[in-house]
Every structure is written in C-alpha cells, then in structure tokens.
C-alpha cells in the first residue's frame, strides 16, 4: 500500500461559473473549455489566480462527444453528433467569440476562406475546419510538441499536420493535412495519445505505444500515396454525368457505426498478463501498418514504425470486478521540457525536443508510469486505496479522483529527467534520489461526488455530481446481489446432498459462470436520468513549490524527532528534493528573487537530505558526501551540524564518517580551525582511531594542535604499531620543533621501509594544489638531509601510481626554489629523480620521455659549463652498471674525449652520462639532434656527442670526415668498432681512398694519418683478393710501401 502524507499541496478552491451543468470540460494553457450537459454550447473561461473569467461563448454544430485543446495553434477540436452522423471539427480564432456579432467562417480542411470579408480582417473571426473521414471518429489527441492531431478510429487511427498557410506577407491561417493514417485492423482504441512522434493506443485492457521514424526521403514518384482531393470527399461517378459527392459525416447504423456481430461464446476470454519494452513489443502479435497520404507534389519523408511498449492486462473477477470495472483508462504521453532543452532552441525553431517522454495509464486499482525516451522502462507502479475513475499526469504529481477523494500522488518524473541531462549524476559530486523510490501520496482531499478532472500549471478542475448512483450502477448493484445469493442458493444445496464446492473444480467454474457471462456482467445502457442532482465545477488551486517544500521539511522533523533515522524521515525529504527539482527543471521564465528563493530552497534541501544521510548507517550513508557538498556547505559548517545532532563523539553516523573522510582527501576543502581541528581529531581517535595518520596528514588539519596529534598518534602506535604512524609521529615532531624526537622516530625504521610508509599515505611528502604537488615541512628536511630517502619515495609513488611526472615535476621545482641546487637547467634533485626513475621505470612512453628530458638537460649543463657544486646521486659509472638505458662508452669515444680530460669542470660527469645514453639502446636520437646546436664540434667535447649521434643515425661517411679532419688518432678505433659487417666496405670505398689523399698532400710528416693508413692497409688486405686489392693502390703511390701488404694479400689467397 501507498504511504500516505497528510501535508497541504491545495490552497484554495473555488467555483467556475458556468451557465449550465457541465457534461465535458478540458483545458490547456490559460483556458477553460466547459460543454454544457446539451452538449452544443461551449463556454470558455480565462485561467487566473482570483478565478475564472468568461471569455466568450461558442455555440457548436453538433452534440460534442469529445473535445481537447491544442497549446500549440490555441484551437479546439471536438467529436461531434448529428442525426446520427459523427463529425470531426476544429475550432480557430475561437477568442473572437469575445466580441458580440462576431462572424464564423466554416469551411473544409484544405479550403482556405479567400472572400472580401476575410481578406479585410484576417484572423478576426472564429473558424470551424471540418475534418473528414472515412470511418467514424471515436477518440482523439493533441500533440504537446508541435500541434499535430491524432484520431482514433475503428480500423485505424489518422494523424493531421498542423499547417500555418501564408495568405500574405502579415496574414496567415491555420490549417490541417491529413499526413498519416495507421492501419491497425480488428484493434479499435478506447483512447489514443500523441506526442512527438510517440502514438499510444489503448483498448480495454492492452496499451500500445508505438514511435514513428524518420528514414531517408524517396522520391515521391516511387510511391503510391492517396490524393488530396479523396481526404476530401468521396467521389461518386455517374456515367455521361458529372461528379457528385456525398456528405462528410459517416453515418451510423443505431448507435453504433458498425453492428457488432453476434458472439458465439458467453464467456470472456482473456489471454494472460504480458509486459514487452523495446523491440520485444513487437512480438505483440498487433500488426500496424503505416500509410502516407497528403499532397503528393510535396517533397516527404519516408517514415517507419518502431514498436516501443505493449502491456496487457487481464481482469480478477474472483474479486468481485466487473469487465466494465477493469478497463483501462486515462491514457496520456507527458512530454518533459527543461531549462536547458529550451535553450538550446533557437528562436526561429517552432519545435523544441522534449528531454523525457512518459506514458501513464491506468486500471481502477493500479496506474502505471514508463519512461519512453532513451530507454523504456518501468518508473513507477501506483496502488490506489479505492477505484481510480480519472487521474491526470503533471511534472510535480499525478492527481486521481475516486468516488469521494481527489488524492495528489509524487512523480518520478525530475529523478529521469535529471539523469537524462546528466547520465553522470550519481557522483561523489552530486546526487538525485532514485527514479525507483517508492511513491507516496501527500494528501487525500474528500470531495462528494467527483466525476472528471482536468489539470493545467497549478490549478486542478473538478466536476462534482450529489447523486449518490445513477440508474446504471443500481441495476448493476442489483444484478450482482441477485448473482451471488444465487450461487450462496445452489452452493448450499449442493453441500446438502454431499458436493462441496472447493473439492469439485467443475462445480467452481459452475458456481462461477454467472460472474464471468458477458450478459450478467455488462449491463445494458441506460439513458441519463432526465433530472439532475447539485452539481459544481470546481478550480482547486494548489500551493506554491517554496510553501509545500517547507511544510514537508517541518513534517519530516516530527518523524526524525521521534525516530532520528527512520524511512519516513529519508522518503519525504527526497520527495521535497525532487519536487525542487522538477519546478528548476521547467523552462519557465521567472524573475530574479523567485529563482533565488528557489536556488535557495534547493541548497537547503541538500543540506536536509545530507544531514539525514551523515546520520545513517545503511548502505547508502555515502549519498551523504555528494548533497553535501551541493548544499555548497562549509565543511566547518557541516562538522557543527553533526556534532551539535550527535551531542557525543560515539552518535556520529557512518555516513558523516564517509564524509569527512573523503573530504580530508580532497583538494577543494577549506582550512579548519584550530578548534574545529582538534574537534575531527577527538571524533576519529575515537570513532576510528585507525585513520588518525591519514587525518594528521591533510592539509586542512595544519592549524591543529601538534601535542594532541602527537598524543593521539602515541596512544595509537601502543595498539596498532605501523610505520605510517612513527612517520606521522615524526612529522609533528619536526612541527613542533623537536629535532630530536623528530629523529628518534626517524631511525626507528630502515629507509625501504620508511618508503612503504610514504607510499601508503603520499601526503606526508606533498600536498595536492590543483595540478601542482607542494612539497611539506617533512619533504624539506629530507631534502636537505635524507635526498636519496626522498628521491627513492618519490620514485615509489611514481610507479604505484600515486604521482603523475608533471606532479613530481612541479614538487622538486618548489621544493629547491631557494636552495642551493637551483640551476639554471633545473635543481640537481630533479634530475637524480629522473635518473632513479629511469632505473626503475618499465613504462615505455615514460622512459622516452625521462631519456628526452635527460639528454636535455646533460646538453644544456655541457653547453653551459655549469659549475653548481652539488654531487649527483649517482655518478655515470653508477648508471651504467645499473641502469640498461646507459651503455658503456664505446673505445673511439675514450679516445676523443678521455675521461679524465679535465677534473676541473663539473659537466664531465653530465658529459660521460650523455655519452653512456648515446651509446646505450633506447635514446632516439633523432628527438636531440636539434638540440645539438648549442654543442660545437671545435673541441673534443662537442665533436664526440656529434659523431656519436651521426653514428646512430647511420651517417657513417660523414662521421669518417669529421674524425680525419679533427682527431685522426680516433679514426681506426672508430672504424674497428663501427665498420663492420655490412658496412666493412667503407674500408676501402671510403676510408682508404681519403687516407690515401690527405697522407699525399700532408707528406711523411703526420706520423697520426701513416699510421692510420698502414692500419686501414693491414684489414683491407685481410678482406680482399690481389686484384682488388691491387685495383685500389693509388697509381702515382710508393710502391715500397704499398708492396708489404699486397704480398701479405696474396700469401693469404694463396693459404686459404
């Protein structure tokens, strides 16, 4: 059963005064349509916060069975009788009627009034647009979203466009195109709905929704579609005679348009329950088949049907219902526009897409409310404590009307739509109750009589009737008493001669036949009763959204005062939460006061709904962090809300435990006091004692008191000893001043162990500022007397990966911004962690970007000839021995730059580590080759990382020129070691023919290129035959020297 309020959603009520005895009525955007019991008089009020006033009179052509508004073109449609005939017709310029002796044009859809008279006054005079069609109507709808109408009829439903005819460049005219019919054979509607595209159908006991699709346009040539001029009339043809055409009302046969056919059986038969979303509905067994119709030389759109929702239903008749009494009723589609959809719209758009699209509809005991858009689904079931007669579907409620009640039911609606906008809603950040919370009913008003019911904005219409029961329900009431003293009859007499009845399945359905006969359970139609009861019809005008929010805050206090954690409490701040919700959701233009009394209302609500989740210790405490923090509350502010609601330390709820946990951890919480400090350390050494270090550790808990941090930390460590906590122990210390103690806690523990106490909590080293990492008091000492310890922790993180390079980055910047190792290259810490995170490192993109940065920084160092005094953590011998990214120096390299050239100056180290990179595996040396600009290859410092470089990039002639032009000595160690295998022929394609040149032109006198040349001969000899060997010998050569090494090439042949 539904839970029921007792809060005040009515403010007041009042009479409409109308004329006569309403028999229907219908409204829609600031007006009332009431047709009078007759039925042939139409009287139209304007909605307003004092009342009703009559707006003008409309006298109709017919006895309206059925009339609907249309927000979208302000007109009127009505199903209306005539001798038999139903006719469809709608009403335009109807505000006209206003004014006495007003003229009223009647004319056909299609057929556009053109006279004098209107031509002088367009738009100042009412119009009655007949609707033709070729089957009786019976039900019809409005589209919310763009005005179209949807008619319902026995075989098929017809859907019109809505049309704005341009008459001239200042005149237009409303009018309707018959654009689509669906065929949806031996399936006649009981009622339709139409919007945005979605048709919902409803028959007794079954509903189908169905979505017409947009697909690619086809020319118009390759389809056959139904003429205008046959939407039109019908045509009978005479042969030799002219056209003629017969009346566009349908005319009945009796009161019915087709006779029913006499059914064999005198049983109902019910298939059974059956619920299909989506494309399952498909399997419905309802064949609906589209048709296109409307002027054939206008370009259209092909469109297809995508079946959406079926649901049948099957009535219990062992509960006493009737057929009658277990039929469907008030089918509505609820489109949902929001703040947000509406400002996406340009104005020149005449159609905004609804954010959520909902399908309500109901049995007398149960109402039902799917979600259409993005995904069908089940929102809400409602329960109803009597027989629902009608109830009607808004933003903020469901309203339903009973016998004797008008009850006010909460929506799901604002929960779907919310997360609709934003799929991503339930976050740490933010939060919205969920769509399958239970509903509720805040209110059960009595009234006498109810007959029908109408809602629009914040006004609800109420038809009361003082007769106690027609003739109809007494017959019936009779009937049924008659049955069942009947059956008490047979059944008696049947236990007399020994048959009981429960044992005896026959007799049961014997016993039973006379409730399940179509003649005993629908009784035949009677006419009205000539002479009415007291009738009125009421406008019951509900409360504003800030009044109803704050009375359902004040009875949630009653509930949370006698039980503090109960459901009651929880369920009704969420149905005020949601009931904000839905009001800023409107797209309503409001001004600035009401927007902020609402923005207001709104953060209070979060600040409620958090407030009853800190205290709770269900499973969904946690929803306690998110409406906290979009109540835009200060944490103090939050921490005084619960301690003053606890009154002790051992009352705090685990979802304010949650809280302020994870807030601790955040970067966005403001600094607490010391008070409020001291206050968090009391709750947790108590509450949870075992999240004191990370407590200690935020940077929001600095002004704390650093003894009763300390004292808490000890008391801890005697019954739960960790590292976390000595190092925590040890950070106070050193805040309080106390070198001492601060390095008793320190040696306490071996350094790898300390770094599994920094990895488990980070911010004893760094505090998080947006995308910088601050280093911390404990982080500056090590520094200065434990760098390695740091260095090695901060490598920990890196790989856990509880700290991003660009962090690490930002962290040793700050940390060495005043200290000595700042350089203009960057502080010498960094690098020693670059270079131990190279070491550590098995992340590929991280490595090519450590061995960028390093190779950068050795360049720039080397260019610069910085002199900054610090030793490196680890030398390059170090790196090498420890690190694969490092290789040992090739031979040639020691002999261009010997390693120790020059102990004098400090880049020798960054010299011989951009070497041991160059020479190692994993630099691309492509990514520095445009950094080598600041190196000059004058000196042997520059010339050595340059022909490195070639060397890597495969420019091996060129590395030869350099080499002979500015150290010969290191030409033949470099040749052993580089030109080998496939490229053994630059022995004597290049490096031979170029000693040869330049030992001619330098003569006998540089020894370095003789014998480098002699050299060169002594392998190329080893390598080829006589004859080319013979082939390379210079023709204007020594041949005492050259002859040597030939007779060495021949013996060689000749032995192998």
Known sequence: MVHVYNCHPFASQQIVPTEQEPGLFCCGGDALFVVSAGGCKIEAFLIAEEG????????????????????????????????????????????????????????????????????????????????????????????GVSGDLLVGCTQSSVIFTLKRRVLSEQQYALDFERFLILHTDGWTPTQVAFCAGYVALQRDLDVLVVRLDRLEPCPSSQHQHTLALEDVVIACKEEGQPARYCCLGVRREGNSAVAPAQDPEDFYVFPKLQELLGEEARDCGISVTLEQTGIEREPREELGISYVLYRRFAPDFFQ????????????????VFTASSNQEVSCEEKQREPVSIFCYFSLPSMGYIYSLKNTVELVSTYQYPEKAQQAVLSNHFLHIITRNALMCFTVRVSAVVARAEDPYIDTTIKACPPSTMEVCALRIQLFIGLKALCHVRNHVFLLTAADLESEEDTARATKRAQELKDQKTLAGIFLAVGLERSSTPGLERFLSRSLLSKKAATPKQTEPADGGHGWNLYVVNTVSTIQLYREMVEYSKKYESSSPRSHSCKHLLSEAHLLLRATLQEPEERGPAEQDELQDAFLDSCAQMADCYSRSDERDCHLALPYYKMSSLLVTEI???????????ETFGKGFLFFLKHSLYEETMEELSQETADKVLDIFSTVEPSQLPHVVCSPFMKNATSAAAYSHLQHLEASLPAVIVTLCKAAVALKMGDLALYRQEMDRHAEMLQVYGFLEEPRLLLHRQGKAAVPTALAQHLSDMQDGLLVAAMVALHENSKLKLEEADSFFQELCREGSSQAESGPQLLVDFWEALLVASSQGAVIQELLFRLASVYIDRIARRERSGIKPLKTAEDLINSCSHYGLLFPWVNVITPPQFNLTH????????????????????????????????????????????????????????????????????????????DRMVLWWQKLLPELCKRTKSTGTDNTVLLSSLKETLVVVAMELSPLEFLKLLPDDGTAAFFLPHLLHCAQKSITA
């Open 906 to 981: 400090d880049y020798q180290e960054d010299l011989q580590k951009l070497q041991a990179l160059l020479c190692g595996p994993s630099l691309d040396v492509s990514s520095i080759f445009p950094l080598l600009e600041q190196l000059s290859d004058s000196d042997g410092v520059g010339l050595g990382v340059h022909v490195l470089c070639a060397t890597k990039l495969g420019q091996h002639e060129r590395c030869i020129d350099s080499l002979l032009d500015r150290c010969p000595e290191a030409i033949v160690p470099y040749a052993n070691h580089e030109l080998l295998q």
């Open 639 to 649: 921490i005084n809300r619960n301690v003053a609601f606890g009154g002790g330390t």
């Open 320 to 335: 006493g219902c009737s057929v009658e009494e277990t039929c469907l009723h008030s089918l509505q589609l609820l489109p």
């Open 52 to 143: 009703c006033r009559l707006i003008c009179r409309i006298a109709t052509m017919g006895n309206v069975q059925s009339i609907a508004h249309s927000q979208i073109g302000d007109y009127v449609v009505t199903i209306e009788e005539k001798n038999n005939a139903t006719y469809l017709r709608v009403y335009t310029n109807w505000r006209y009627q206003s004014a006495e002796k007003t003229r009223v044009g009647v004319r056909l859809l299609g057929h556009l009034l053109r006279g004098s008279s209107f031509r002088a006054a367009p738009k100042e005079q009412m119009e009655i647009i007949e609707m033709p069609l070729f089957e009786p109507p019976l039900c019809v709808s409005c589209c």
